[in-house]
């Protein structure tokens, strides 16, 4: 059953703190996709990454969020610190192929309280 | 202007009924056009997609792309309660990997 894994799947946290969410791509998916979804922003496209390499992450605030791919099977996405104004749901999604569809995980709920 | 654009407020149809959905985007070359179904707490599911003029059907779902008018809609036939969802457009432009999203629809099917 291929599918993207997404840990963990609910985390509250205090402001301040460090955040990392975890992702594991379908087996042979080369594009990874890491998105956030607000009632009031929809889902923003944080950052994507082919064969591992960071293709654009125009869409995070570069002073607290870091996204890498240490390797094939995982990807992260790290806030530091956190502010109440990250809270959100964070998916991740893989796709195989320039130009192909994505399939999401199922997603990481924040609360930053 | 934003990339993808879906502008409609929340449909609601009757059981049996076509829902119709529309998203417009901003860039002329895009190629790849997909149509995402979200429930209420979970994630989007992929349900179709479409990159050529024209119709595409699955099931109770045609996908229609007009790449001159840059548009691309969405109708689902004989509308089940279990279509109730936000419908969720998104596009990936010409020459890279960028999933852009619109903001989503809303679709309320009432028995």
């Known amino acids: 059953d291929a599918r993207v894994t997404q840990t963990p799947r609910h985390k509250v946290t205090e402001m301040g703190q460090e955040v990392t969410m975890r992702c594991q791509p379908i087996?042979?998916?080369?594009?990874v996709f890491w998105y956030r979804q607000t009632m009031m922003q929809g889902l923003e496209l944080l950052a994507y990454?082919?064969?591992?390499?960071?293709?654009?992450d125009s869409g995070m605030p570069k002073d607290r969020f870091s996204a890498e791919m240490p390797d094939a099977t995982l990807a992260t996405l790290k806030i530091q610190p956190s502010e109440p104004r990250d809270s959100a749901v964070y998916f991740c999604a893989s796709g195989q192929g320039r130009g192909t569809e994505a399939f999401f995980g199922q997603g990481t709920r924040l609360t930053v309280v | 202007q934003k990339e993808v654009e879906q502008n409609s407020g929340p449909l609601s149809v009757p059981e049996g009924a076509i829902a119709s959905l529309n998203c417009t985007y901003s860039?002329?070359?895009?190629?790849?056009f997909f149509w995402y179904r979200q429930y209420s707490g979970k994630s989007p599911e992929l349900i179709m997609s479409?990159?050529?003029?024209g119709d595409k059907e699955d099931g109770r779902f045609t996908a229609q792309l007009n790449k001159a008018s840059q548009y691309v809609s969405l109708l689902i036939r004989d509308s089940q309660p279990s279509d109730s969802a936000t419908y969720l457009c998104?596009?990936?432009?010409?020459?890279?990997?960028?999933?852009?999203f619109g903001k989503g629809n809303q679709v309320v099917v009432i028995p």
């Open positions: 860039d002329r070359v895009s190629q790849s």
């Open positions: 087996l042979g998916h080369n594009t």
């Open positions: 990454f082919r064969n591992r390499a960071p293709l654009d």
């Open positions: 479409i990159y050529s003029n």
């Open positions: 998104a596009v990936i432009p010409y020459g890279n990997n960028r999933l852009a």
